[in-house]
C-alpha cells in the first residue's frame, strides 16, 4: 500500500480506543491519523482507575514491546504493586467480607493491572501525535466504496483510505452511521443513580481498608430488609498513591440506586449529604461506609450517568471504509468491569486487520467482516451482560447473595485449576 495520506487509517477520537489501534497501526507499519474533539490532553477529566486483563494478551501481542513492557511502572494504580488488582465482594449491611478475587487467581500467563486511568492514557499517547482541537462534522465515502473524506467542524477535510469511529458512546461517526433517528433509539440512559467522589486518606485507613478487604477494589451491595426489592450498592476503589504527601492514598467512592424518586441536586454539599443518605436508608455500615461518611465536606462529588448501546444490526452486512470500536461501537455499564477491556480488544483486532489489508493480504471487506465476526456478538454479549449485572448488584437481598456465591464457587474452581496444574508441573520436575 504506498505511502500516501489517501491511504491513512483516520482515527477520531483519542481515548483509550483510539490510542491503542494508532499504537498497534504505529507498530504494524499502517500510517495513521489520530484526531480529538478535546482541546488539549487535560480538556477534561478522565475518570479514576480500571482494571485491564483480558486484552492485554493481545496489545502485548501487536504493540512495541518495550512500550508494552513500561505498562505497570507507568499506569499503575501503585506502581510499587503495579500488578495488584484484588477485588472483594462484601456484605454492606454488616460489613463482612464475602470473596476475594485476587490477581493471584488468574492464569499465570495473563498480565493484571490495576491501572490509573489518566496515567494509562498518558502511557499509550507516548509517541503517538495526536491533532487536537478537531470535532468531526461529517464523512464521505467515495464514490468507488474506497477511501473516505472527513470535513472537520473547522471546514478542514482530510482523506484517508479508512474512518475508525473511536469517539465514544455520543459518536459522531456512529450517529451518521446508523442515522440519527437510530441513534437515539438506540442509546438507551440508564435509570441508575450514581454519586461518586474521591479523597485523600492517611496510611491508617489505607492499611484498615486492605487488610479487611483489598489492596485494589470493592463493592458493597446492601438493602433495609429480605423483603426491600432493590439494594444500595457501594464501590470503592484506591485510585492513586503519592508518597510524598501526608495522606499519600487516593480512595474512590460511588454510590448507586434505582430510585427513581430521588431529587437532582446542584451542590456538592447536597450530593454529598445525598449519598450519605442512601447509604442510610439502605443499612449500610462498617469500614467502607465510614469512608463515606468521612469524606471532607469541600470534597467534589459528581453525578454519573450510563448510558448503553449495543452494536447495531447495520455493522452485520455493512462492511464499507467506516468502523466503529470501543464506546463507539458498544457502550455498556461498569457493573461487570470490562468496558476498557473490550475497547482496547476492538482496536487490537481491527489493528490487527488493517495491517493485513495494508500488506494487500486482504481487500477492505474481508478484513472489516473478518474484524465485526468476532466484535460484534463479543460486544453485544458484554453489553447485555453488564446490563444484568447492574441489576443484578441493584436487585433483591437474594438476588445480589446468588451472584456472590456463583463468583464465589467460579473462583474457587479457578483456584483448584491452578493447584492441579502447580501439582502437575511440580510431578513433571521431579522425573526430569
Same mark, same amino acid.
Given at each position: 500500500?504506498?505511502?500516501?495520506?489517501?491511504?491513512?487509517?483516520?482515527?477520531?477520537?483519542?481515548?483509550?480506543?483510539?490510542? &491503542?489501534?494508532?499504537?498497534?497501526?504505529?507498530?504494524?507499519?499502517?500510517?495513521?491519523?489520530?484526531?480529538?474533539?478535546?482541546?488539549?490532553?487535560?480538556?477534561?477529566?478522565?475518570?479514576?482507575?480500571?482494571?485491564?486483563?483480558?486484552?492485554?494478551?493481545?496489545?502485548?501481542?501487536?504493540?512495541?514491546?518495550?512500550?508494552?513492557?513500561?505498562?505497570?511502572?507507568?499506569?499503575?494504580? @501503585?506502581?510499587?504493586?503495579?500488578?495488584?488488582?484484588?477485588?472483594?465482594?462484601?456484605?454492606?449491611?454488616?460489613?463482612?467480607?464475602?470473596?476475594?478475587?485476587?490477581?493471584?487467581?488468574?492464569?499465570?500467563?495473563?498480565?493484571?493491572?490495576?491501572?490509573? #486511568?489518566?496515567?494509562?492514557?498518558?502511557?499509550?499517547?507516548?509517541?503517538?501525535?495526536?491533532?487536537?482541537?478537531? #470535532?468531526?462534522?461529517?464523512?464521505?465515502?467515495?464514490?468507488?466504496?474506497?477511501?473516505?473524506? *472527513?470535513?472537520?467542524?473547522?471546514?478542514? *477535510?482530510?482523506?484517508?483510505?479508512?474512518?475508525?469511529?473511536?469517539?465514544?458512546?455520543?459518536?459522531?461517526?456512529?450517529?451518521?452511521?446508523?442515522?440519527?433517528?437510530?441513534?437515539?433509539?438506540?442509546?438507551?440512559?440508564?435509570?441508575?443513580?450514581?454519586?461518586?467522589?474521591?479523597?485523600?486518606?492517611?496510611?491508617?485507613?489505607?492499611?484498615?481498608?486492605?487488610?479487611?478487604?483489598?489492596?485494589?477494589?470493592?463493592?458493597?451491595?446492601?438493602?433495609?430488609?429480605?423483603?426491600?426489592?432493590?439494594?444500595?450498592?457501594?464501590?470503592?476503589?484506591?485510585?492513586? *498513591? @503519592?508518597?510524598?504527601?501526608?495522606?499519600?492514598?487516593?480512595?474512590?467512592?460511588?454510590?448507586?440506586?434505582?430510585?427513581?424518586?430521588?431529587?437532582?441536586?446542584?451542590?456538592?454539599?447536597?450530593?454529598?449529604?445525598?449519598?450519605?443518605?442512601?447509604?442510610?436508608?439502605?443499612?449500610?455500615?462498617?469500614?467502607?461506609?465510614?469512608?463515606?461518611?468521612?469524606?471532607?465536606?469541600?470534597?467534589?462529588?459528581?453525578?454519573?450517568?450510563?448510558?448503553?448501546?449495543?452494536?447495531?444490526?447495520?455493522?452485520?452486512?455493512?462492511?464499507?471504509?467506516?468502523?466503529?470500536?470501543?464506546?463507539?461501537?458498544?457502550?455498556?455499564?461498569?457493573?461487570?468491569?470490562?468496558?476498557?477491556?473490550?475497547?482496547?480488544?476492538?482496536?487490537?483486532?481491527?489493528?490487527?486487520?488493517?495491517?493485513?489489508?495494508?500488506?494487500?493480504?486482504?481487500?477492505?471487506?474481508?478484513?472489516?467482516?473478518?474484524?465485526?465476526?468476532?466484535?460484534?456478538? #463479543?460486544?453485544?454479549?458484554?453489553?447485555?451482560?453488564?446490563?444484568?449485572?447492574?441489576?443484578?448488584?441493584?436487585?433483591?437481598? &437474594?438476588?445480589?447473595? &446468588?451472584?456472590?456465591?456463583?463468583?464465589?464457587?467460579?473462583?474457587?474452581?479457578?483456584?483448584?485449576?491452578?493447584?492441579?496444574?502447580?501439582?502437575?508441573?511440580?510431578?513433571?520436575?521431579?522425573?526430569?
Amino acid at each position: 500500500m504506498p505511502s500516501d495520506k489517501k491511504e491513512n487509517v483516520i482515527i477520531i477520537g483519542a481515548g483509550l480506543a483510539g490510542l &491503542a489501534l494508532a499504537n498497534v497501526l504505529k507498530h504494524q507499519g499502517v500510517s495513521y491519523k489520530i484526531f480529538e474533539r478535546d482541546a488539549s490532553p487535560e480538556d477534561r477529566t478522565q475518570g479514576w482507575s480500571l482494571s485491564m486483563h483480558f486484552c492485554l494478551l493481545t496489545l502485548k501481542t501487536l504493540m512495541d514491546p518495550a512500550k508494552y513492557a513500561t505498562l505497570g511502572d507507568k499506569s499503575a494504580v @501503585d506502581p510499587e504493586n503495579p500488578r495488584k488488582g484484588d477485588f472483594c465482594l462484601a456484605n454492606g449491611n454488616t460489613g463482612e467480607p464475602l470473596v476475594t478475587v485476587g490477581s493471584d487467581t488468574y492464569d499465570s500467563n495473563v498480565d493484571v493491572f490495576r491501572v490509573n #486511568r489518566k496515567r494509562f492514557r498518558s502511557w499509550l499517547m507516548e509517541g503517538i501525535d495526536v491533532t487536537w482541537n478537531k #470535532r468531526i462534522d461529517h464523512y464521505t465515502i467515495n464514490d468507488d466504496g474506497n477511501g473516505v473524506q *472527513v470535513t472537520f467542524t473547522d471546514g478542514t *477535510v482530510e482523506e484517508g483510505s479508512v474512518i475508525v469511529g473511536a469517539d465514544g458512546v455520543n459518536s459522531q461517526v456512529c450517529r451518521q452511521l446508523i442515522g440519527e433517528d437510530e441513534f437515539k433509539t438506540t442509546t438507551v440512559p440508564n435509570p441508575l443513580r450514581i454519586l461518586a467522589a474521591s479523597y485523600w486518606i492517611d496510611s491508617e485507613l489505607r492499611q484498615e481498608i486492605k487488610e479487611n478487604y483489598s489492596s485494589a477494589h470493592m463493592m458493597a451491595p446492601s438493602s433495609i430488609s429480605e423483603e426491600a426489592d432493590h439494594s444500595t450498592c457501594l464501590f470503592v476503589s484506591l485510585v492513586d *498513591v @503519592d508518597k510524598s504527601k501526608e495522606k499519600p492514598y487516593e480512595m474512590l467512592w460511588s454510590v448507586s440506586c434505582l430510585d427513581k424518586e430521588e431529587p437532582h441536586h446542584e451542590t456538592n454539599q447536597e450530593r454529598l449529604n445525598q449519598a450519605k443518605n442512601w447509604l442510610k436508608k439502605s443499612g449500610c455500615s462498617g469500614l467502607l461506609n465510614r469512608l463515606v461518611t468521612g469524606t471532607p465536606d469541600d470534597t467534589e462529588v459528581v453525578t454519573l450517568k450510563i448510558r448503553e448501546r449495543s452494536p447495531h444490526s447495520i455493522l452485520d452486512t455493512f462492511h464499507g471504509p467506516v468502523v466503529l470500536i470501543g464506546d463507539a461501537l458498544h457502550s455498556m455499564t461498569q457493573f461487570r468491569g470490562e468496558g476498557g477491556n473490550h475497547a482496547i480488544l476492538d482496536a487490537c483486532l481491527l489493528g490487527k486487520e488493517l495491517a493485513s489489508l495494508h500488506k494487500q493480504e486482504k481487500g477492505l471487506k474481508e478484513a472489516i467482516n473478518t474484524y465485526y465476526s468476532e466484535a460484534l456478538p #463479543r460486544g453485544r454479549k458484554a453489553v447485555a451482560e453488564s446490563h444484568e449485572a447492574l441489576n443484578i448488584v441493584h436487585g433483591t437481598r &437474594a438476588q445480589v447473595f &446468588a451472584m456472590i456465591n456463583g463468583i464465589a464457587k467460579s473462583v474457587e474452581k479457578m483456584i483448584e485449576k491452578m493447584s492441579q496444574e502447580d501439582s502437575s508441573s511440580a510431578v513433571e520436575t521431579s522425573k526430569q
